[in-house]
């Protein structure tokens, strides 16, 4: 599975950004994908993360405001973040992350990260 993450950016509060992270390869092992972020001197958390059955799951800091969809074709699955009235805590690397199943077990698969920063 390759994973390629575009959008991202400097925006004010309150401004809006959207993220999409599109991936390839055995898509048909892909049980979830989502979106963390890690911030200088924290731990990586988790964002929001969407299951194959359309299931969403959001960290609390960000519920009301961010909204994970993701849409599928035979080539690829695209997973989209939008991210509304953006904060400056919300300032991070964003990473996709596809969660896979195989015949020999589970793996992860990460993107590259993609910086949002939200200052005035």
């Known amino acids: 599975v390759q994973l390629q993450a575009y959008g991202g950016g400097l925006v004010q509060p309150g401004e809006s950004l959207r993220l999409s992270c599109a991936a390839s390869g055995s898509i048909s092992s892909i049980n979830a994908m989502g979106w963390y972020r890690q911030s200088p001197g924290k731990q990586r958390e988790l964002v929001a993360i969407?299951?194959?059955?359309?299931?969403?799951?959001?960290v609390d800091s960000v519920k009301g405001r961010f909204t994970i969809t993701i849409s599928r074709n035979n080539a690829k699955n695209t997973v989209a973040l939008q991210m509304n009235s953006l904060k400056p805590e919300d300032t991070a690397v964003y990473y996709c992350k596809a969660a896979a199943s195989f015949i020999w077990g589970r793996r992860d698969f990460w993107g590259q990260g993609t910086q949002v920063t939200v200052s005035s």
């Open positions: 969407i299951s194959n059955s359309g299931a969403t799951n959001y």
